[in-house]
């Protein structure tokens, strides 16, 4: 059985009155890819504020690698690698001078740190730049000097903090891309953010957080299997009318059906066929329609079925 990296236990923290983080427990197993998904300001930061000891918490325990974890506790601390989602580095050092800083906060051995540093570079597409000062980078190049920063000590447990807002398609590929290399030479990962996708491309097991509570917790198909909602078909159909809606209604599997523009939005608690029993039912009925599409749920509908409010804001 896989080890138990990070253990967080019942934990609160209050902002005053606010309770951003309620009585919220987590496990991270060794070699994992953790996604901790939720909408703005449900508290995930906080979170990751209060596990890494930057912040102090009203209740609750947070073990790392079985230990307690303090705001002291450097043996700890030089394990973990951070990435915020704010860019955190020094505009008077260059790239190199960045990276080798930050390393050197934990590898006191010159070589090994200069090895360590170059690797970084090199992992991060940054060699070329390695002269160059921060101010200099573009956007991409900068949340990619950010990594090198929290990765260059080669921490067994890294997390990311939401690193790719406000980043272009081609440099997230880069980062989505980069850490899952990092996980597969041997780190354990924790990956904060509210876009769906990312983690269900990136994330072995997912906590879905809202208000501070965890809410839900598993693989994204354990997650989706658990739903009543297992394929959605949308049908451009603009002469519908309430008989068509209830005899779409009476076919196996489908438990709803909604009105949407010109769009008839139909609900599947299963089956294999859905799609063909739809459209036969249109053909047979001599019902004349546009375009069709049908969906697989996503983390959304996990979300929407269990807060009633759609993920993204
Ligand atoms: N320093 C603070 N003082 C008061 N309230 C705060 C503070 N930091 C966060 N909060 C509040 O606590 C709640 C949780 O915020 P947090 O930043 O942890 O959420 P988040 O899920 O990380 O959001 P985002 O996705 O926007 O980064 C929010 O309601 C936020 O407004």
């Known amino acids: 059985m896989s080890q138990c990296v990070v253990e967080i236990e019942n934990l609160v923290k209050r902002y005053g009155d606010k309770v951003a983080v ?13 996604g901790l998904l939720g909408p703005n300001g449900s508290g995930k930061t906080t979170t990751i504020n209060c596990l890494l000891s930057l912040l102090q918490y009203d209740k609750g325990t947070v073990t790392i690698f079985d230990k307690e974890m303090k705001p002291e506790a450097y043996d700890i601390k030089s394990q973990i690698g951070v990435v915020m989602q704010n860019v955190a580095v020094i505009d008077t050092l260059n790239v190199y001078e960045n990276v080798d800083f930050f390393c050197g906060l934990y590898i006191r051995d010159k070589a090994t740190r200069k090895q360590y540093v170059e690797e970084a570079l090199e992992f991060t597409g940054l060699t070329e730049y390695k002269k160059y000062k921060p101010k200099k980078l573009s956007g991409g190049l900068l949340r ?26 081609q ?74 809606i209830k005899g779409l209604k009476e076919i196996n599997h489908v438990y709803k059906v909604k009105e949407d523009g010109d769009d008839l939005v139909i609900k599947c608690d299963g089956g294999d066929h859905n799609l063909v029993h739809v459209l036969s039912y249109l ?31």
Do not use: Q
Request: net charge negative; aromatic share 4%; proline share 4%.
């Open 22 to 34: 309620d009585h919220f427990s987590l496990n991270v197993n060794e070699g994992e890819i953790l």
């Open 144 to 169: 990619r000097l950010n990594i090198a920063c929290g990765i260059a000590h080669k921490p067994k447990l890294i997390i990311f903090d939401e690193p790719t807002v406000a980043v272009d398609p």
């Open 171 to 244: 440099s997230r590929n880069a980062i989505l891309e980069g850490i899952k290399k990092m996980n597969k030479d041997g780190a354990t990962i924790i990956y904060t953010s509210h876009y769906m996708e990312e983690v269900e491309e990136l994330c072995s097991r997912v906590v879905i957080m809202d208000h501070g509570k965890n809410i839900a917790n598993g693989t994204t198909s354990e997650l989706k299997s658990s739903l009543m909602n297992r394929e959605t078909i949308r049908v451009n159909l603009p002469n519908k009318n309430d008989e068509v």
């Open 283 to 313: 053909t047979d009925n001599n019902i004349p329609f546009g375009h069709v599409s049908t969906e697989l749920p996503t983390l959304n509908d996990v979300f929407l079925e269990i807060t009633g409010k759609e993920l993204r804001d």
